[in-house]
Every structure is written in C-alpha cells, then in structure tokens.
C-alpha cells in the first residue's frame, strides 16, 4: 500500500506566520482585497498600512472579497492530479461565503479525488489553531478522515479575542454606528471583539476597559488567562494588525509567560482581510481550550 499523500491548505486570514507555515507545509490561498476599484491579492500586493493609509488620508475604505467555487477548483485541482488528498481549513461561515464555495468546489471535484473542508468558526489565528493541529496529525501520519473528524471537534473548543484602538474601522464597514463610535472615543474606551464560534465566527462585543491601550491590553490578557486551568497549553498566539508602539507586543509576552506555561507562543501580523475590518493598534490572544470547556 502507498503512503498517503496530505496536502494541508487554507485561506490566508488564518495568520500563522512563514515559521508554522514552513513546519507544517501549509497551503494558503488568498482572499480578495477591494480598494479604489481595484482587486488586490492579501498577503501578495498589497499591505495592512497601505489599507490604513488609504482611509486616513483619502477615506477610501477597503472591502473584502470570499474566494468563488471556481478559482478554488483551480486551485485544488493541480494538487488532486499529484496524488494528493487535501484538507483545507476556512475563515468561518459566519463571516464569509468561502467556506461554502469550498466546498462547493470539493464537491465538484468529487470525482477527481478527496477535499475535505473544515469550517472553522473562527478568523485569524482563531482557525491557526486549528491548522497547526492538522498540521501535527498529518506529520504522525493519521488518515485524512480522521484527522478531519478531530479538527473540525476541536473548533468549538478555540478561544479568539482581540481588543480594538479605534472603532472608525468597523464604523465605516458597517458594523458600529457613529454614536457608538463617538461614545467610546470620548470615554477612551477599548472594547473587546468575542469571535463566537458557536455562531460559526459571528462576532459580538465582550468587556470594555477604559483608559490607554497598553494598560487595557495588560487587564485584557490577566482577565483571558489568569487563573486558568482549562487551557490547551501547547501554543498560544498573540496576533496583532500593526502596533504604533512595538514594545507593547513584547510586554503582552512577557505578560503571558507570568500567567500560563505555554509550550509555544507565537506574535503573527494580522492578513489584509483582518486588519482592513479591525484597523491598526488592534491586538488579540488565541489559544484553544480543553474539550467541553465553557466560552469564553
């Protein structure tokens, strides 16, 4: 019997960084970037600052555009046609129709060979979590089925969270009202996003802390990780959309290397996709927890 052959792929909003996408031989496929009328391709031509300097001094504000069933049969077919079968994971189904139009592609491609699509119900390195488990299944060398049978379980139990510096990026898109924004602005109020992935990545509003961004992502990491005796403790990724004030990062690590003895901690930039929605200064940690822990 022949080896099996895995192909690991997903979307690029999975934000894990060439040091996990190199350990685990990932496969990512980018998502659209739309600014000024023009298609750019996240992660290839165009850049997270130059978003943000698009809407600071020109106000014009990017979109964000799924992958369709097409250009993900493209893309799968050259890997079937080596003997691969491919899992690729995706941003959530709550957040974007990529997930379906894999699948709607694997679908079409039945005949040519197996692509499994797992939803992630979660974004940015919410699903790196769960890439990086596929990842270490296919290196033991565990069949396809089960390895998608495991890491699909294993999304309801990621926990991705980050704070916002601005809500003008989420006012623009849509997804605060301007009398939302000018309250937190006024009370210097840093809201936390809760990525729901019982809701497949839908994402609601957590706690709010007041005050400057560094002392309110400091609270933020205590209030995720402190005292915590639920965690998965392998890795844990602290994912940023681009930081003014770099040495920030460094403290939110040192911070969780105090509160949890995390194997791995991993700092990744934010894709496009991400950071055109969040805006700059916009930080989160990631992490998974034990089966059948409560949400956070």
């Not at 943000?52 to 097409?70: F, G, M, Q, R, V």
């Not at 790196?128 to 049978?149: D, Q, S, T």
């Not at 709010?208 to 992502?217: D, H, I, Q, T, V």
């Not at 990780?225 to 040192?254: C, N, Q, W, Y």
Request: glycine content about 8%; overall charge negative.
């Amino acid at each position: 019997m022949s080896e099996q052959k895995i192909l690991l792929s997903a979307d690029t909003p999975c934000d894990i960084g060439d040091e996990l996408k190199a350990r685990y031989h990932v496969s990512l496929y980018p998502l659209h970037i739309i600014l000024d009328g023009k298609q750019y391709t996240d992660g290839v031509d165009i850049t997270s600052a130059e978003l943000y300097e698009a809407w600071w001094k020109h106000k014009l504000l990017p979109s964000t555009a799924a992958i369709n069933p097409e250009e993900y049969e493209s893309y799968f077919c050259p890997f079937l046609k080596e003997g691969f079968e491919i899992i690729h994971i995706s941003l959530g189904s709550g957040l974007s129709s990529s997930c379906q139009n894999a699948q709607i592609a694997a679908e079409t491609l039945k005949t040519a060979g197996n692509v499994y699509v797992i939803d992630s119900c979660s974004l940015s390195t919410g699903f790196g979590l769960l890439v990086c488990e596929a990842g270490e299944r296919i290196k033991a060398g565990m069949p396809a089925k089960k390895i998608v049978e495991e890491v699909t379980a294993l999304s309801f139990d990621t926990r991705a969270s980050f704070i916002l510096d601005t809500l003008e990026f989420m006012r623009a898109g849509g997804r605060c009202n301007s009398i939302t924004q000018i309250g937190a602005a006024l009370m210097n109020l840093k809201p936390t996003i809760l990525v729901k992935n019982d809701r497949q990545g839908s994402m609601v509003v957590g706690k709010k802390y007041m005050g400057k961004l560094a002392p309110s992502l400091m609270k933020y990491v205590d209030d995720q990780l402190k005292d915590r005796t639920d965690l998965v403790l392998e890795r844990v990724f602290v994912t940023h959309s681009g930081m003014d004030d770099p040495s920030i990062i460094d403290r939110v690590v040192a911070r969780i290397r105090e509160l949890q003895p995390f194997r791995e901690i991993f700092v990744t930039q934010a894709s496009c996709t991400i950071s055109a929605h969040s805006g700059p200064n916009t930080l989160g940690v990631l992490f998974l927890t034990k089966p059948g822990s409560a949400a956070n």
